[in-house]
């Protein structure tokens, strides 16, 4: 079973910085890419980093120098460190695994604002 739960969210001034976290279950976390997705109420998830088992990462052009993407295989944690936050960056953050399909953890919610 794959469950994640994501943390880590909250009020931030712009220019400040949130390290999300996300724990997930299961003995599958060191074999497979995990991500981080965000979404806007009324939109589409949009991709924002992923990380291989491996360490090779990748990130959206909007967030790239801006965002760290990390993980713990040990501790079955994937991170997203986001550093000089704009209004743009107020939208739900979710965690995300594909093992044949996607599974998303509930969101959290990251709010830029002065």
């Known amino acids: 079973q794959v469950h994640l739960v994501e943390s880590g969210g909250g009020l931030v001034q712009p220019g400040g910085s949130l390290r999300l976290s996300c724990v997930a279950s299961?003995?599958?976390?060191?074999?497979?890419?995990t991500g981080w997705y965000r979404r806007a109420p009324g939109n589409q998830r949009g991709f924002v980093a992923s990380?291989?088992?491996?360490?090779?990462?990748n990130y959206a052009s909007s967030v790239k120098v801006r965002f760290i993407i990390s993980r713990d295989n040990d501790k079955n944690m994937v991170y997203v460190q986001m550093n000089s936050l704009n209004h743009d960056d107020t939208v739900d953050y979710y965690c995300?695994?594909?093992?044949?399909?996607?599974?998303w953890g509930q969101g959290t919610q990251v709010t830029v604002s002065s």
């Open positions: 995300n695994v594909n093992i044949r399909q996607d599974y």
């Open positions: 299961g003995s599958w976390f060191g074999i497979y890419t």
């Open positions: 990380i291989t088992n491996g360490g090779n990462i």
